[in-house]
Every structure is written in structure tokens, then in C-alpha cells.
């Protein structure tokens, strides 16, 4: 079993849509979460934290299930701009704080 | 310059070859890893030096190594690598982690690697 596992996509979506990404992980020992964004040739950036109460972010919202071991990212109002891949992230575990693992990464295409 | 740097951006050497890479931070901060990052594959870390000490080695082949001379700079010395190490390589830096959380890590542009 991968210990990021992600659906590879594409999502392709009309601008306005709401879409929703799904990751599971399988360290329950994990104990922070993030969702990174990696434009097309480019390196990947910081999109949100994760935390076990949800959060949101603007158009942004992320969720954490800890039972489940899965993590969600919903993005409302969909903009050309959001076409990118998303990474879901977790790191290694009490005993490895500072190994980040991550997933294939979710590919997704605003369309016009 | 601001951010992490990384040179060169593009590479292309032979398997007999000697070459290295270098990262650089201007962020202030006190710890530096090596990504690998392959087609269709997830990113893959490879080295960890926090307070300018490795504290993780992947299981990395010895034909990459790493060296850590001060907190703001991270290279990547290869040497005999094989065509399967063409890849993206990323360098990020982050503060070392506090109360057992990691924090943010700031990704380079990467050195796109090819090894003929």
C-alpha cells in the first residue's frame, strides 16, 4: 500500500465548479498535514494546512478524518487560475518530524 | 536574490561524469532537504540536514551525495549515476521542526537532470 495514496486525475472542470480531492494515508502515527499546489514545470508551494477541527481558506477548504486516515481538499467557484496539481502531504510520524511524504499529487483542469 | 536558488536549472551529463548541484536559502532558515522527483512518481525525498547535521539518508545509492557546509547552503555531488536518475531534483528549506510538528518547506525551481 502507497502511504500517500491519491486519485491521479485529470479533473476536468467548467470555471464556477465546485470539486473535491481525496487522499488517504497509512501512518496512523502521521500527525501533520498539508496540501501543497505544483503549477506545470514549476515547484511545488504551500497551499494549506490541515487541521483536525477542518479549516478553510477562502474558496478553500480542507478536512481531516484521523479514524479514516483520509484528508480532503474542496475548492468552490472553481477559476482558471486553480489549474494546477495538488499534492497531499504527511509527515513521517513522531519519529521522523522532519520526512515530509507525498502523493502522486491530484491533476486538475479548469476549462473555459 | 530571495527565496531557494538552485543551479544549475539544466543538466545533462554523461554516467562517467562528475557534477554537483547547489541550493541556496535566503530565508533564515535552519534546515535543507533533497527531492527527487520522477515522471508519474511521487516526490521523493532523499537527504535531510537540520542545524547543518544529516539527519536522514533515504536509502539513497552512494553515487548521490549531499554535503551541508553552512545553514544557508545545500549541494548535491553525482557521480557514475545511471539513465534512471534523470529526474527533477528539488531543494527546500524549512525552520526545523518544534514540538514534534514540521514546518512549511519553500521548494527551489529545480534542476532538471538528464544522465545519457
Known amino acids: 500500500r502507497k502511504e500517500v495514496e491519491q486519485d491521479p486525475g485529470p479533473f476536468n472542470v467548467p470555471e464556477g465548479a465546485t470539486v473535491a480531492f481525496n487522499c488517504t494515508y497509512s501512518n496512523s502515527a502521521s500527525q501533520s498535514f498539508f496540501w501543497y499546489r505544483q503549477d506545470c514545470r514549476k515547484e511545488p508551494k504551500l497551499l494549506m494546512s490541515?487541521?483536525?477541527s477542518g479549516n478553510e481558506d477562502g474558496r478553500f477548504t480542507a478536512q481531516l478524518n484521523r479514524a479514516s486516515q483520509y484528508i480532503s481538499l474542496l475548492i468552490r467557484d472553481s477559476k482558471l487560475s486553480d489549474s494546477a496539481t495538488y499534492l497531499c502531504?504527511?509527515?513521517?510520524?513522531?519519529?521522523?518530524?522532519?520526512?515530509?511524504?507525498f502523493g502522486t499529487g491530484t491533476l486538475l483542469a479548469v476549462q473555459p | 536574490e530571495t527565496g531557494v536558488t538552485q543551479t544549475p536549472r539544466h543538466l545533462v551529463m554523461g554516467m562517467t561524469n562528475k557534477k554537483s548541484l547547489k541550493c541556496e536559502q535566503h530565508?533564515?532558515?535552519?534546515?535543507m532537504y533533497w527531492y527527487k522527483q520522477s515522471a508519474k512518481k511521487p516526490l521523493e525525498l532523499m537527504f535531510v540536514?537540520?542545524?547543518?547535521?544529516?539527519?536522514e539518508n533515504n536509502s539513497v545509492p552512494s553515487r548521490f551525495s549531499p554535503e551541508c557546509p553552512n545553514s544557508s547552503h545545500l549541494f548535491l555531488h553525482l557521480h557514475t549515476l545511471q539513465p534512471e536518475d534523470s529526474a527533477l531534483y528539488l531543494c527546500?528549506?524549512?525552520?526545523?521542526?518544534?514540538?514534534?510538528?514540521?514546518?512549511?518547506?519553500?521548494f527551489g525551481p529545480g534542476t532538471r537532470l538528464t544522465v545519457l
Open positions: 530565508l533564515g532558515h535552519n534546515a
Open positions: 527546500a528549506s524549512s525552520q526545523a521542526p518544534r514540538g514534534g510538528y514540521p514546518n512549511e518547506q519553500f
Open positions: 540536514y537540520s542545524l547543518e547535521e544529516r539527519v
Open positions: 502531504v504527511v509527515n513521517g510520524g513522531s519519529g521522523a518530524t522532519n520526512k515530509l511524504i
Open positions: 490541515v487541521y483536525s
